[in-house]
């Protein structure tokens, strides 16, 4: 049957985190007693304040077709956060709503890229930016990053890969897998680079509030030269992680944003009204819950730093933001399992770990960066605790 599928297909696959999460459920249903580090979401659940917009707006009848962008109440509300939380002014008509972030950088993509367009992406980089470039028919420009550089893009390396065929450059900052926040310095070299060019700038914030120092700016601000160029993405996924609500929103130029509702009108039309009354109480909302969230994964970050300090052959940098440890594990390569296999790659560690250990990481070459593994520390203590001790047993083992 695949004879079917369009050649579009050909250039992309399943998200490997994904795919990580389903060969954990395959051995959770032999009864193995599994441990997801592979997973990008928060356990923490959704505020209450928010779930109660969201039941509020069901009892209320808010159950019918918006406006495709969103509602006038609801784009008020992502306005006034823009303005206050990053000092960025936009208009109604300068932002949209859709169905989760991930959405929105889709249809972004979808709207302005054609064949022999190129967009340059940072290494390591979230895994969907490359296969939604290539489904739009461009050709993503990867960028890699270095550990000593902090994991971020330096002016030289920017510099050195912008073309005239350059469309896009993506910054996501905090960045997924590295944890890396670009401070407000950073971006204004960066601005001054990318000044001297005309591509659009893909500002990814969706991890905003998820950093353990008051590093982040939000590159549309930091680089107010650029901003009727900069598209900013942001939601509620991670920040409040509503995740399943699937709600995420873009500040940008007009030309774009009415493009981007236009695609959206014609495939997923407004996101869920019930999503779009609780993002209003997030968005408005009190936001204390947020310390105790951060104090809690600080000390988790700690607790995977120092195993990954601890373990022979792994070593990472700290990093500020998300809730990712991004370890090199090339360390590791040349060892022999007790079954006799040879670690060759980061795909090798991670799937000794997983058998040996029932551990879940996502490999570095998932995000373009083999030679790495991706930790999320963004479960239970005690089940961390437990997940890190049985990898450093299963490592021990290594001959
Ligand atoms: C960097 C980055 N951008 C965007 C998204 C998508 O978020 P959403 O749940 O709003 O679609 C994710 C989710 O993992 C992410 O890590």
Known sequence: MNARLSPRMAVVGASPTAEISNKLRVLAAGGADVINLGEGELDFP????????????????????TAVSGTAALKAAIA????????????????????????????????????????????????????????????????????????????????AALTPKTRWVILNSPNNPTGAVYSHAELAALEEVLAGHDTLVMADDIYEHIVHDDSFAAPAAAMPRLFDRVLTINGVSK???????????????EWLIRAMDVLQSQSTSNPSTISQAATIAALDGDMSFLADWKRTLLSRRDQVMAAVQTIPGLSAIATPGAFYVFADCAGLFG???????????????????????????????????PGHLRIAYAIDDKRLADALSRVAEALGKLA
């Not at 039941?55 to 209320?60: G, L, N, Q, S, Y």
């Not at 950088?105 to 967009?119: C, K, P, Q, R, Y």
């Open 80 to 159: 006034r956060k823009f303005e206050r939380e990053n000092g960025l002014r936009y208009t109604p008509s300068q932002i949209i709503a859709g169905t989760g972030a991930k959405q929105l950088i889709f249809n972004a993509f979808l709207a302005t890229l054609s064949e022999g367009d190129e967009v340059i992406v940072p290494a390591p980089y979230w895994v969907s930016y490359p296969d939604m470039i290539r489904l739009a028919g461009a050709q993503p420009v990867i960028l890699p990053c270095r550990a000593e550089d902090g994991w971020k893009l330096t002016v030289e390396a920017l510099a």
């Open 335 to 369: 060892r022999k399992t007790p079954a006799g296999t040879v670690l060759a790659s980061d795909l090798d560690v991670a799937g000794y770990i997983l058998e040996a250990a029932h551990v879940g990481m996502v490999h570095g070459s998932a995000f373009g960066m």
């Open 239 to 253: 920040g409040y992680s509503m995740t399943g609500w699937r709600l995420g929103y873009a500040g940008g130029p």
């Open 46 to 65: 959704t505020p209450a304040h928010v779930c109660q917009a969201g039941i509020e707006a069901i009892r209320a009848g808010d159950t019918k077709y």
